[in-house]
């Protein structure tokens, strides 16, 4: 039943992406607001064939929509790539240089914002992203990165990366740590998808004006103790989804 069942959000979900990118293909000539509007449609498109499927939600905690944030999210899945564009009122994400080559949806991503990191880059990837980061808080946008870099499958040790650190002094922005338990039901690198509640916490800000050491140690503390009761109480909350 669950082969069933990820056949059937696979076959849907990338159809009606690859639908929804062609037709909303002219919006790429209007403002980014317009763009950012597609981006929350499809995450809400996401969200509805999830929920068919029997994976369902639950989130918690301020998601700071009424004033400008950087989001510093635990990546575990694809879901909350795709989810928090609907859920935070399609926030710029930090994202990889690569994603910009998938066709027209690369092109939607700039158009939404967002920032590219090349990640062969080094130092000048960390430049490049600072400035991007002013000139998005000068527009007064929200922002939102993965600290870790890349999809960290549930209970496996990653270091946090300077990345989430050049945003935060560069900007001068409030962080919300989130933490959440998305890999449960959607793991990295499989197309397989199991029933379930994704528990999505957003807590308690961090301030601006830390040191890198005390701002890193902070960020890691509040997501990683928190993601400790997320991954050890999923068993539960699969059984009440």
């Known amino acids: 039943m669950v082969y069933l069942k990820s ?4 076959s849907l979900f990338y159809v009606g992406t690859g639908v929804l990118v062609i037709v909303m293909g002219p919006v790429l000539l209007l403002p980014s607001r317009c763009a950012r509007g597609v981006a929350r449609f499809w995450g809400y498109m996401a969200y509805l064939l999830l929920a068919m499927i029997g994976i369902k939600q639950s989130v918690s905690g301020d998601r700071q929509l009424d004033r400008q944030v950087l989001y510093a999210v635990k990546h575990q899945s694809a879901w909350e790539t795709i989810i928090l564009s609907w859920l935070l009122s399609a926030p710029a994400f930090v994202l990889k ?3 910009l080559r998938l066709p027209i949806i690369g092109w939607f991503f700039l158009k939404t914002g967002c920032i590219p990191v090349d990640r062969s880059a080094g130092m000048k990837a960390l430049r490049d992203m ?7 808080a000068k527009k007064g946008r929200s922002m939102l990165i993965f600290p870790q870099g890349t ?3 549930p209970g496996v040790d990653h270091p946090y990366e300077i990345g989430v650190f050049a945003l935060y002094e560069a900007t001068g922005l409030p962080v919300v740590p989130v933490a959440l338990n998305s890999g449960h039901v959607w793991p990295r690198n499989s197309w397989m998808k199991y029933p379930g509640l994704v528990t999505v916490e957003f807590l308690e800000p961090i301030d601006p004006g830390l040191d890198r050491k005390n701002f890193m140690s902070t960020l ?6 928190r993601m400790a009761s997320l991954d ?3 068993a539960d909350n699969r059984k009440r989804a």
Not at 7 to 10: D, G, H, I, S, Y
Not at 130 to 136: F, P, T, W, Y
Not at 220 to 225: G, L, M, T, V
């Open 151 to 153: 999809r960290v499958a």
């Open 232 to 234: 050890d109480g999923f």
């Open 130 to 136: 600072r400035v991007a980061g002013k000139e998005l």
């Open 97 to 99: 240089k690569e994603l």
């Open 220 to 225: 890691k503390q509040r997501i990683e103790d």
């Open 7 to 10: 056949l059937v959000f696979n």
